[in-house]
């Protein structure tokens, strides 16, 4: 009996093993078809559908701070609480707020004035200047010009403080100018200067510089730094001849070597300013994984939220919608986010889809979410972020980072894996704009968690009225979601968490080095 038995027990485990295949080979085409049904779920209509809603008129830009923001965050945490994502904000919500200083320019106290020898010269506001930054009340003082830029301190000495410092426009692509003009206060600033004035070029004609104005009057970041005044070349021209010096031959292409004071001058320069504080919103859901031994580490997919908002005053069509930029990302995040809650099995990894705000105002938002993350910063594993995907070229999308860590060797296993897509991903081909350090992904990669970022570049509609949702190719940004989707399928559910490039990570910490200077 026992020999009949055994031999029974054989047999059975022998007819099973067929049956046990049988149904591993089952489970995974259903795993897989699961899968396939959630990217599917990612549709032209649905994307036209989000950022007609977010770029349209109704929500004036979404500037951050604005009440079209938070209507934006709203409707977000709205679709993440439908799709049954737990909150990831702050005290149980899907929203952390972050602090935020607007300075509003009083313009009836703000002056440019210079006397020399009893001659006066006061300056036109928004005729020969506008100023930034808010201006201080009652400055008096000289005037030292540094030449293209604030020089350092083994140069300059102690010539810049309590005067104001003049330098001429930074020489870079214009996108770049803000953050040129921001280093060179800071320079200013930690000189002892009182003012940074900035020539602008000789092409700037008075309606452009009352544009200007109009725009810094509305608001500006407040920062605990010196005002920025812009004066028009032939103003400034004019300083310089009050002071004795040769104009063309100080701001030529030879220039100053060291500061020059403006001997005998002395300028009146003021205005006030009236802070308001201000709490704008990131937005927050996360997917919980399904793994014990993973849940608790997270890949972060991220797109700002926000837009320049009303930024062309007085004209027949003032309002920057945005639709590209990046109403495109922030719809992604939310198809994405819909699709996974599809699934049937979650990912191993949770995942934590986040709008971030004021990106546009200098990554304020993304950087505020990295510094005082709603999870333990070790335990994210990776940040994807998407930012202006709907335009361009129909079957290509830029990633930038994917030679910094494992993340762009795994983005090409699955791009291959999905032919159908129709999508080419190319390596940074514009690495003079210099797009590493303008979207929301650099300050998880400050922090070095490994972040990869997918764009389709910028075209004649950016920050512009003109970026409207009718101009976005929906065919192309679904198709890019859907590999994104798959991406983020794969790398939720690797169980080694992505790796820097050694040589990825030393490029990385020099550029951030760079940027911070």
């Known amino acids: 009996m026992k020999a009949y038995r055994t031999g029974l027990v054989v047999a059975l485990a022998a007819c099973a093993q067929p049956v046990q295949q049988a149904a591993v080979e089952q489970a995974a085409p259903t795993a897989a078809a699961a899968l396939a049904d959630a990217a599917a779920s990612i549709r032209p209509q649905d994307f036209y559908a989000r950022i007609g809603f977010l770029a349209s008129d109704a929500l004036q830009g979404r500037d951050t701070p604005s009440p079209g923001l938070e209507a934006a965050a709203a409707y977000i945490a709205s679709e993440f609480h439908s799709f049954g994502l737990r909150p990831a904000g702050e005290d149980g919500g899907y929203l952390q707020r972050w602090p935020y200083v607007t300075r509003v320019l009083d313009v009836a106290s703000v002056r440019f004035d210079v006397q020399a020898e009893g001659r006066s010269r006061p300056l036109a506001y928004r005729s020969d200047y506008y100023v930034t930054g808010g201006a201080r009340a009652g400055f008096s003082g000289g005037l030292v010009f540094a030449g293209s830029a604030v020089p350092a301190a083994d140069v300059r000495g102690n010539t810049l403080r309590d005067r104001a410092v003049i ?29 940074l004035i900035v020539i602008l070029p000789p092409n700037m004609d008075a309606a452009a510089v009352a544009q200007r104005a109009a725009g810094a009057e509305r608001a500006s970041r407040g920062l605990p730094s010196i005002p920025v005044f812009y004066v028009r070349s032939a103003a400034a021209r004019s300083l310089f001849e009050m002071a004795g010096l040769d104009f063309n031959a100080l701001t030529g292409s030879a220039g100053a070597q060291r500061p020059v004071p403006l001997a005998g001058l002395t300028a009146q320069l003021g205005g006030g300013v009236t802070e308001t504080e201000h709490r704008p919103p990131n937005v927050a859901g996360m997917l919980p994984g399904s793994d014990p031994a993973l849940r608790n580490s997270y890949v972060v997919f991220s797109a700002h939220i926000d837009h320049t908002g009303i930024c062309a005053p007085g004209t027949a069509d003032p309002i920057c919608n945005g639709a590209d930029d990046d109403a495109s990302g922030t719809s992604a995040i939310m198809e994405l986010a819909e699709a996974f809650a599809q699934l049937p099995v979650t990912p191993k990894r949770s995942i934590i889809f986040l709008g971030v705000s004021g990106e546009e105002k200098g990554l304020l938002g993304s950087s505020y979410f990295a510094d005082n993350p709603t999870v333990p910063i070790d335990s994210i594993v990776a940040n994807v972020n998407i930012d202006m995907i709907g335009r361009n070229h129909p079957d290509s999308v830029v990633v930038i980072g994917k030679d910094y860590s494992t993340l762009g060797p795994l983005l090409e296993q699955v791009n291959a894996q999905h032919p159908e897509l129709r999508m080419t991903t190319s390596d940074d081909i514009w690495p003079e704009q210099r797009f590493f350090f303008r979207s929301d992904h650099f300050n998880f990669a400050r922090r070095e968690v490994p972040a990869i970022f997918f764009f389709t570049g910028v075209h004649d509609d950016y920050h512009r009225p003109s970026d409207t949702v009718d101009k976005i190719d929906l065919d192309k940004i679904s198709r890019i979601t859907r590999l994104i989707f798959y991406y983020a399928n794969a790398i939720a559910n690797d169980e080694q968490r992505p790796q820097w490039d050694p040589e990825g990570l030393e490029e990385v910490r020099r550029l951030v080095s760079q940027r911070n200077r």
């Not at 996108?175 to 002892?192: F, H, W, Y």
Request: avoid cysteine; aromatic fraction near 0%; charge should be positive.
């Open 167 to 195: 330098i001429t426009q930074p020489q870079v692509e214009a996108r770049q100018q803000g953050q040129a003009i921001i280093r060179a206060r800071a320079s200013a600033d930690s000189a002892g200067a009182a003012a």
